[in-house]
């Protein structure tokens, strides 16, 4: 009787979450190659619930420039952030307008922490 939860055949990124592109796929398919096929199906499915997409934190990020700067902050956990943005106007405009530039960047950044703390969960539930 086979195991499912027994490494063999790699996991994929593109058959878990074909939705991925670039830096991001690369750095998940790293995330993937250290679990068995159960768990991985288990990120996958945690991680796409949680990961932020490059262009929501764009349209947040426009909202901040029109209407109330910092939502893109709040949306990626970063509250004393996003409550500095919302008193001060996106730091005068100039922090939400590098934030507009950088959004793939800031979005990268949160979902990398989010894999590698999903990570330790599902490892530590095997």
């Known amino acids: ?3 499912v939860d027994e490494p063999g ?3 994929k990124v593109l058959d878990l979450l074909p939705e991925l592109k670039g830096e ?7 995330v993937l190659d250290k679990l068995t096929a159960n768990q991985a199906r288990t990120f996958a499915m945690a991680y796409r619930t949680r990961r932020k ?6 349209i947040t990020a ?3 420039l029109i209407w109330v700067a ?11 952030m996003g409550i500095l943005y919302l008193l001060t106007g996106g730091l005068c405009f100039i922090g939400t307008i590098v934030d507009l530039v950088n959004h ?5 950044e949160y979902n990398m922490g989010v894999a590698m703390e999903l990570e330790t969960m599902v490892r530590s539930h095997a």
């Open 53 to 58: 997409d490059p262009q929501i934190i764009l």
């Open 24 to 30: 991001e796929m690369i750095f998940v398919q790293g």
């Open 70 to 80: 910092g939502i893109h902050r709040f949306l990626m956990g970063q509250v004393g």
């Open 9 to 11: 055949e790699p996991n």
């Open 62 to 64: 426009l909202i901040g």
């Open 104 to 108: 793939e960047k800031l979005a990268m």
């Open 1 to 3: 009787m086979e195991r």
